[in-house]
């Protein structure tokens, strides 16, 4: 997940989860009758859908999201500008990122895009920018991509209890 956001993710079928909905799901502590509620499951499911976090290191939430996901043991990856450019100078050589073969960021936005399996978008305000190509790109080679808008009221915890419809690859 990045500011902009990708990951890929593997699991069973990819099919959503339902609002307050009660899932059934192999390998968790489970009640008599199979079930948790989504509370219960948001870490286990993201630890099996989440296979890597795609990254162009950029700042704010794109490297939060990779130090969170190497904080918790999770493969992290993805491609960055030639030179490691970042808007504030470099990206740190302890974020596992290959360079793209321009120091532009919309190539190396296009390759993170077409590298995962899908995109999280977590924004405030009006989509501009890399946000807004990230999305863009997203749609013009057939990857999902959730937007979401915290300003308009979803909170992380929502933005994170769904999955894609779309299968993984």
Same mark, same amino acid.
């Given at each position: 997940?990045?500011?902009?956001?990708?990951?890929?993710?593997?699991?069973?079928?990819?099919?959503?989860?339902?609002?307050?909905?009660?899932? &059934?799901?192999?390998?968790?502590?489970? @009640?008599? /009758? *199979?079930?948790?509620? +989504?509370?219960? %499951? !948001?870490?286990?499911?993201?630890?099996?859908?989440?296979?890597?976090?795609?990254?162009?290191?950029?700042?704010?939430?794109?490297?939060?999201?990779?130090?969170?996901?190497?904080?918790?043991?999770?493969?992290?990856?993805?491609?960055?500008?030639?030179?490691?450019?970042?808007?504030?100078?470099?990206?740190?050589? &302890?974020?596992?990122?290959?360079?793209? @073969?321009? /120091? *532009?960021?919309?190539? +190396?936005?296009? %390759? !993170?895009?077409?590298?995962?399996?899908?995109?999280?978008?977590?924004?405030?305000?009006?989509?501009?920018?890399?946000?807004?190509?990230?999305?863009?790109?997203?749609?013009?080679?057939?990857?999902?991509?959730?937007?979401?808008?915290?300003?308009?009221?979803?909170?992380?915890?929502?933005?994170?209890?769904?999955?894609?419809?779309?299968?993984?690859?």
């Amino acid at each position: 997940v990045r500011g902009s956001g990708a990951c890929r993710r593997i699991g069973r079928g990819g099919r959503p989860l339902r609002p307050r909905a009660l899932v &059934r799901h192999e390998g968790v502590a489970q @009640d008599g /009758a *199979g079930l948790l509620n +989504r509370a219960d %499951l !948001n870490e286990h499911l993201l630890s099996h859908l989440v296979a890597q976090f795609v990254s162009g290191g950029q700042t704010g939430a794109d490297r939060a999201a990779l130090d969170w996901a190497m904080a918790h043991e999770y493969r992290v990856g993805g491609w960055c500008p030639k030179g490691r450019r970042a808007e504030d100078g470099t990206v740190d050589e &302890r974020y596992p990122l290959r360079e793209a @073969d321009s /120091a *532009g960021y919309r190539l +190396r936005t296009r %390759l !993170n895009v077409r590298d995962s399996d899908g995109t999280l978008i977590v924004n405030l305000g009006k989509l501009e920018g890399g946000t807004l190509l990230t999305r863009d790109v997203a749609g013009q080679i057939g990857r999902p991509c959730l937007v979401t808008q915290l300003d308009a009221g979803v909170s992380p915890e929502m933005a994170c209890s769904s999955t894609s419809p779309s299968p993984p690859r």
